[in-house]
């Protein structure tokens, strides 16, 4: 296994199986182009050990130039294809030969349809050494395909994870971790946030907190938060299909994350069906439900504390701290018998030092793994 920055990638496809795919592809391109004089164009960066060792396996005469395209940050891709270095303007009359490292989504392919079909190349085709046909579009013909591979994302041989793992002479992927979901409960003053914020480091989740969700689309005016804001000024409750679309933009935004934390929601029993239905959509699940148990007694206090500092006035009267617990309780009930029954609540004890109650926390999902 090798490391390149966060992530860890185990060994896929070894060099003398690509160097045969390679060949292979070179003498059907050979078949068809012998009698003419193709020019080749790499697509850069990810092509370049393709180019040089396609280029030693044909053996006719042939041109060969590059472009230069990118739309991949990190691990997925950015939906926007930008055009680095350009098509060369003498290919007029050529039989144009692009070579491309890998297909996916087609994104690219399109971008360099786009490119060439302006041109007055004779024609233009498609090879790409890697081909992932599960998630491929279908929109343009792929006339040459080294080696078809499953979704996993890959690196070595030209292919990079944030720039690094290019120079590999095989192809590693990406080694699959089984996302951990939570949904993580617990009355006011219990330390929720609190052991979020660690769990999150821990365990590489992303902590996504309904308040805070809110707050970011309101403040920045984005679509859904000014939809939100359209009920709230009008004192009306905002519906749950407009707190689970924010939810939805949260977890697309972050696909890097190897789980996500859940504050906040789900609060009812229609929420939380509506989000294991997305989940599966996104073949992922509630893995658990953890809730930090503490008595009223004891949270009154710590809150009451917490308030002469915050200066919250929620925070200041007993009254309404004990309604609040009245209403967690009320709310969660319903929560707790629905994942009781998927073999999902799991209760900790909120009480005592942040070390202490990290492990409890911890306990529970190292045995989910």
Known sequence: MIKLHDKVFTPYLKEEEILAAIERMAEKIAADYKNEVPLFVGVLNGAFMFVSDFLKAYQHPCQVSFVRLSSYQGLTSTGIVETLLDVSDDIEGKS??????????????????????????????????????????GEYTIDYVGLEIPDNFIVGYGLDYNELGRNLREVYQLKQQDMINLVLFGKPGAGKGTQAEVLKEKYN??????????????????????????????GD?????????????????NQDAAGFIFDGFPRTEAQAEAL?????????????????????????????????????????????I?????????????????????????????IGEIKEITERLSQVIDALK
Do not use: C, W
């Open 322 to 350: 004990r309604n609040r617990f009245d209403e967690y309780k009320q709310k969660t009930a319903p929560l707790k018998a629905y994942y009781e029954k998927q073999g999902k609540f799991h209760s900790v004890n909120g």
């Open 96 to 137: 144009v030969i692009i070579l491309e490292d890998v297909i996916d989504t087609g994104r690219t392919l399109k971008k360099l349809v786009h490119l060439f079909s302006k041109t007055n190349a004779k024609e233009f085709k498609i090879a790409s050494l890697f081909h992932k046909p599960e998630v491929y579009n």
């Open 205 to 234: 989740l992303k902590h996504i907190s309904t308040g805070d969700v809110f707050r970011y689309n309101i403040k920045n005016g984005t679509e859904l938060g000014m939809l939100a804001k359209s009920y709230i000024d009008r």
């Open 237 to 253: 409750l905002v519906p749950d299909e407009v707190t689970i679309d924010m939810l939805k933009a949260e977890v697309e935004k």
């Open 276 to 320: 294991d239905n997305f989940l599966e959509s996104k073949e992922m699940k509630v893995n658990a439900t953890i809730a930090l148990e503490a008595e009223d007694d004891i949270l009154v206090a710590r809150l009451l504390e917490r308030g002469k500092e915050s200066g919250r006035s929620d925070d200041q009267d007993e009254s309404k």
